[in-house]
């Protein structure tokens, strides 16, 4: 029994024959020897994409260069960061041109003049006739259609959660791609991820994405949706596998991350520590804020008990600025590292 479980994450591939370790919900298969790329049943997947990668040394002068644009006050940061893992890995991503059409139904509500007539009387005791406009709730019927064409990437994974990966996969061009060829990535030996998802799995849920997206679109502009049909067509689906690099470095005792575009070298997102230094700076600030609220707030309500006026106002700004920098103070103090975009 044991013997089967460990045939179960072995693939063998048609190209080289070597034996490749899979997951058991892979469906999509790039041999770690030759980089050859086919289903689990070894055919070939047609239309297949990469996008190039910048090697180590590249990478690690992105990440130099971002956390010198976020260094701020701790100078030591640059050239004291210690990498300690800088993983370049390739994703698996679906990509296709859906062409969808959606017609609906519903209506929306309008205010509509109406107008009425009301008794009134006057200081002496007449009583006359007037016209007045009051506004009634009206409702419009709608009937519109919804189209696009639009490029619809989506991860061929079910279960990786990598951190910033969904900021890579916003910024993934297909301008940028280029026709898959391991031979020019294989000496940056990256990971190559398999997909969990097929072509045909894919397509369904590409379809429903854009079908979700119609409906809510028509939705938002109604007051109730009676109806929306939406058929789509999918064309043109690929296979695109693209270079994300995850970094993570020592500094200060403690352990930080950043999310790179593997293809640009550019950093996501990033964590940035928070130094001793720095966070006796917002305590500081933060006790600071605290004596301007409550002197701003003894002044305000001075001015409130004696006469209202520019003692009052000013006292009332002083304790709104106290606030600000007490909540920023202690804000910081509770974070363990700030989080930086690229």
């Known amino acids: 029994m044991g013997t089967e479980a460990q045939a179960a994450d072995i693939f063998k591939c048609p190209v080289c024959n070597g034996n490749v370790r899979i997951g058991p919900d892979d469906m999509v298969i790039t041999c770690s020897y030759c980089g050859s790329t086919t289903t689990i049943e070894g055919k070939a997947i047609g239309d297949h994409l990469m996008e190039m990668a910048i090697g180590d040394r590249e990478r690690t002068d992105g990440f130099r260069a971002y956390l010198g644009k976020h260094k701020g006050a701790n100078k030591a940061l640059v050239q004291g960061a210690q990498v300690v893992e800088n993983n370049l890995i390739f994703v698996p991503v679906w990509t296709s041109k859906v062409k969808a059409d959606s017609w609906y139904k519903g209506y929306k509500t309008v205010q509509v003049p109406v107008q009425r007539t009301r008794t009134v009387r006057d200081s002496q005791g007449h009583t006359r006739t007037e016209t007045y406009t009051a506004y009634e709730t009206g409702y419009v019927p709608v009937q519109s259609e919804i189209h696009s064409d639009t490029d619809e990437p989506l991860l061929a994974r079910k279960g990786s959660r990598f951190y910033g990966l969904e900021d890579y996969l916003k910024a993934i061009d297909l301008k940028d791609t280029v026709r898959y060829d391991f031979e020019k990535i294989k000496d940056l030996k990256p990971t190559m991820l398999n997909a969990e998802i097929g072509a045909d799995e894919y397509e369904k849920s590409a379809s429903g994405q854009v079908a979700d997206r119609h409906r809510a ?7 109730e949706l009676f ?4 058929t789509t067509a999918v064309r043109g689906t690929t296979y695109l596998q693209a270079p ?3 970094i993570r470095y020592k500094f200060g005792g403690g352990l930080f991350k950043c999310a790179m575009d593997g293809h640009t070298g550019r950093v996501l997102v990033g964590e940035i520590p928070i130094t001793k230094g720095q966070r006796a700076l917002w305590t500081l600030l933060a ?3 605290i004596i301007v609220a409550a002197v701003g707030g003894e002044f305000a309500y001075r ?24 909540v920023l103070g202690i804000r910081i103090l509770m974070m363990p590292q700030r989080e930086e975009k690229g």
């Open 227 to 230: 109806d929306c049909r939406t």
């Open 287 to 289: 006790i600071l804020g």
């Open 303 to 326: 001015g409130y008990i004696t006469e209202p006026g520019s003692v009052m106002i000013a006292g009332i700004a002083a304790t709104v600025v106290g606030i600000i920098m007490t």
């Open 217 to 223: 679109q028509a939705k938002s502009g109604l007051s």
């Open 244 to 246: 994300f690099a995850l």
